[in-house]
């Protein structure tokens, strides 16, 4: 059957498909020929200080249009390469296109990093810091210039397996984030013994603390755990202005979202940083 896509109105296949079915088979088939010939794009959306209204990096999010069905958003194909062994050519795609990427907008000038999404697999790859510590060597990018997002489920698979990976990356200056932050089961306790340098705060958690006080109540415990472990807070899905002046009394560093900027391809994204004033100005 077809169901509805927002994008496209045509669903390529979905969750309940058969590990095998013929639509789902194919779907992989035509993603790993869009990772082997370079056509899955990245956009970057910027990350901004609340204190400076400086652009301190961005987010690499990758971007699949299927030469039939058009747009397949990320939640779709991203678990569609996890499942199918491409999620690992897939992350290397996308890092050594954001290392690249990285590596211009600092020639430019600008003092930059770039964050890439880990699955919970690649947590499970033993050669990742190699791989990792060989594109920043060819891309000409400092380690302290790439984060690394991963969640709190993806640690909590194999808590021991992955944090000797996550203290290799450590080692290496490569700077590590937990995504979503409170929609996984993390332990506490855990979260203090990891690595990280950074939190972000899921969005569901964001979206409304203009209007929900409790919302607000947890975004403000949320912040203030994360400056106990002398974490850096990012708040995602920044839509509105009030929003953003609610993060920023709360103390938030870091945001992310539509109301600063949609995520951009990366020509678009240069041109908007070199455009951009800051506007914020600490005020
Ligand atoms: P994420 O890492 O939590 O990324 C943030 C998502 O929020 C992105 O969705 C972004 O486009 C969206 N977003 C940003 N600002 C706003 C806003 O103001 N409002 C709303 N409503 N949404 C906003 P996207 O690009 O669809 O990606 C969804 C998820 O797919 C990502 O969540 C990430 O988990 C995964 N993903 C995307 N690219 C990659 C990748 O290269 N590798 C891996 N492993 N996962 C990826
Ligand atoms: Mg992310
Ligand atoms: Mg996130
Ligand atoms: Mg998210």
Not at 7 to 17: F, I, L, P, Q
Not at 89 to 102: I, M, N
């Amino acid at each position: 059957y077809v169901a509805k896509n927002s994008h496209t109105g045509v669903r390529v296949y979905t969750s309940d498909d058969d590990r095998n079915s013929p639509r789902r088979l194919a779907m992989v088939a035509d993603l790993r020929e869009a990772i082997q010939r370079r056509d899955l794009v990245v956009v970057f959306q910027p990350k901004l200080s609340t204190a400076t209204g400086l652009v301190v990096g961005a987010e690499a999010l990758a971007r699949w249009h299927h030469p039939v069905h058009g747009f397949v958003p990320p939640d779709e194909f991203i678990p569609l390469a996890e499942h199918s062994g491409l999620i690992r050519p897939l992350t290397l795609h996308v890092l050594e296109v954001s290392l690249r990427r990285c590596a211009s907008w600092r020639r430019m000038g600008h003092d930059m990093h770039v964050a890439v999404n880990l699955s919970p697999n690649s947590l499970q790859e033993h050669d990742l810091p190699d791989i990792v510590e060989r594109l920043l060597g060819q891309a000409g990018v400092p380690a302290s210039a790439l984060t690394l997002e991963i969640t709190e489920s993806s640690i909590m698979a194999d808590p021991t397996g992955a944090l000797v990976i996550l203290d290799r990356l450590h080692a290496l200056g490569v700077k590590l984030a937990i995504d979503d932050f409170g929609t996984g089961y993390s332990s506490l306790g855990r979260l203090r013994e990891l690595p990280i340098h950074e939190m972000k705060i899921d969005r569901s958690f964001v979206q409304r603390i203009a209007v929900d006080h409790r919302d607000r109540a947890v975004v403000r415990s949320a912040v203030q755990l994360g400056h106990a472990l002398d974490l850096m807070v990012v708040a995602e899905g920044v839509e509105d202005e009030e929003t953003l002046l609610h993060l920023r009394r709360e103390g938030c560093n870091l945001v992310q979202g539509y109301y600063i900027s949609k995520p951009l391809p990366a020509d678009e994204f240069a041109d908007w940083l070199t455009a951009r004033v800051p506007q914020l100005g600490g005020a």
